[in-house]
Every structure is written in C-alpha cells, then in structure tokens.
T-cell receptor
Framework: AQRVTQPEKLLSVFKGAPVELKCNYSYSGSPELFWYVQYSRQRLQLLLRHISRESIKGFTADLNKGETSFHLKKPFAQEEDSAMYYCALLSNTDKLIFGTGTRLQVFP | DGGITQSPKYLFRKEGQNVTLSCEQNLNHDAMYWYRQDPGQGLRLIYYSQIVNDFQKGDIAEGYSVSREKKESFPLTVTSAQKNPTAFYLC????????????FGEGSRLTVL
C-alpha cells in the first residue's frame, strides 16, 4: 500500500529552536515526495520537493530510503513558520497522497 | 490574476439537497483534482481528471460526481447520497509534466444543516 504517515498532530517550539517535522512513507520503488504548507488564511501551497534538493525559507528535507522517511527540518524556527504542514507522496498512478498534517506553532 | 478560483467560499444546504461547487483555472493545466479536508484526516482525494472528458474516482468518491467538459473547469457535485457532506473542499490543478506540483484554490466550506 502507498501511504504517508505524519505521527505528530501538533509541534510547538520557541523561536530560534530547531524544528523537525516527521514524515514516513510506504512505497515500492523510487518515491517522489513533497512538502506542502498552509499558512493561516492562505491557500495550500508547495513548499519543496525532494527531487530538487532545494532549501526554501530555510527548510530542507532529505529522503532516507533506508528509514523510508522524508523529515522536514529547519535549524532556527521563526514565528512566521507557524502553519499546517503536509507531507505528500506521488503514487504510481500520478495521484498525490497526503499525510494527515502537522500543525507547527512557533512561540516568541 | 492567474490561478484557481473556487466558488462559493461558504455554502449552507439542507440535508437531501444536491450541491455543486465550482472550480475554474486559467493556468492551462491538464490535470484537476478535488480533495476533501477534514481535521485530523488530512486531504483525501475525491475525483481527479487528467484530460478533458475523462475523470477517475479517488479514494472517497462515493456520494460525489464531477464533469470535465472544458479544460479550465471541473465542478464537483455533492449529492444527497454523501453521508457526511459537511467539510472543506479543495480544488487543485497541475500540469501534465509536473503532476506532484499542485496549485490549490482557496477552498469551499460546505455545511449541511
């Protein structure tokens, strides 16, 4: 089965602390993985995709095939990072499968 | 202003009534999608269409119907057969080349009284 698991519903940190949002997947073959973000009162948007190996707004995510994980990390959280984050997997039928999401709260 | 437009933003309906949610895009994207977003359940795919006049069921298609008569339009009808229709509905589109990169609308919140 193709599945995405985000084990944390809520992650709360203080400004300046490191952040790691967990994502595990189940997929046979080479996965294509994404992180989407939804800020308050804004539409859901793509944050980053593993294939481009880029850093967006200080966030990075590394694909670990051994652990079937794609955790989202940022070394120093900012208040404006507070949002809902979704990990997503592109299925072998070109559908995007989303996890249940993690709400990140960054306190001042 | 390019993008995805969903309407209405808020909709109230009585039980037993069919409701149609509109989704229009001017991004010239081939693929369009309807997701349902419920707290604690993430986004679940209702229907998707990769080309005009063709669409496929997603994971929770029961009680919903769609049409794709034009490239830019993908309306979703929530029928009276849908047992829990009260939800937030998101429409999205993507190009054929980058199917994992979805562009989303602002969503439509349907409340069935």
């Amino acid at each position: 089965a193709q599945r995405v698991t985000q084990p944390e519903k809520l992650l709360s940190v203080f400004k300046g602390a490191p952040v790691e949002l967990k994502c595990n997947y189940s997929y046979s073959g080479s996965p294509e993985l994404f992180w989407y973000v939804q800020y308050s009162r804004q539409r859901l948007q793509l944050l980053l995709r593993h294939i481009s190996r880029e850093s967006i707004k200080g966030f990075t995510a590394d694909l670990n095939k051994g652990e079937t994980s794609f955790h989202l990390k940022k070394p120093f959280a900012q208040e404006e990072d507070s949002a809902m984050y979704y990990c997503a997997l592109l299925s072998n039928t070109d559908k995007l499968i989303f996890g249940t999401g993690t709400r990140l709260q960054v306190f001042p | 202003d390019g993008g995805i437009t969903q309407s209405p933003k808020y909709l109230f309906r009585k039980e037993g009534q069919n409701v149609t949610l509109s989704c229009e895009q001017n991004l010239n994207h081939d693929a369009m999608y309807w997701y349902r977003q419920d707290p604690g359940q993430g986004l679940r795919l209702i229907y998707y269409s990769q080309i005009v006049n063709d669409f496929q069921k997603g994971d929770i298609a029961e009680g919903y119907s769609v049409s794709r008569e034009k490239k830019e339009s993908f309306p979703l009808t929530v029928t009276s057969a849908q047992k829990n229709p009260t939800a937030f509905y998101l429409c999205a589109s993507s190009s054929a080349r980058y199917t994992g990169e979805l562009f989303f609308g602002e969503g439509s919140r349907l409340t069935v009284l």
